[in-house]
């Protein structure tokens, strides 16, 4: 059974390593794998089963330039989780307004 859009983006980022990859591609540029998880603590082969994942929730993109890897941030990758967070945001914000004109009306 495959998890809803939402949650596998959110299973994507929610590991420590994960998020710092996300961070560092989020700064703009395309970054080849030796450079993307320099100073991350992780080996090579450890930073393929984490970007796997992030490939997998739609969160990266991989493009072969010659002998080297490179990795982008996909951002629309994001839009699933954004959605769902609005959703749920104008629900609470809904929630609190009338919870605000209940007690005001009472008092």
């Known amino acids: 059974m495959s998890r809803p859009e939402p949650a596998r983006v959110f299973a994507a980022l929610g590991d420590p390593i994960r998020l710092a990859l996300i961070d560092r591609l989020a700064r703009g540029e395309a970054l080849p794998l030796g450079r993307l998880v320099e100073g991350c ?7 393929s089963k984490h970007l796997k994942v992030l490939e997998e929730a739609g969160l990266i993109q991989a493009e072969t330039l010659g002998r080297e890897r490179h990795l982008r941030l996909e951002p629309a990758g994001l839009e699933p989780a954004r959605s769902y967070l609005d959703a749920i945001g ?13 007690v005001e009306g009472k008092g």
């Open 41 to 47: 603590g992780i080996s090579r082969q450890g930073a």
């Open 90 to 102: 104008q629900g609470w914000e809904t929630a609190l307004q009338s919870l605000k004109a209940h």
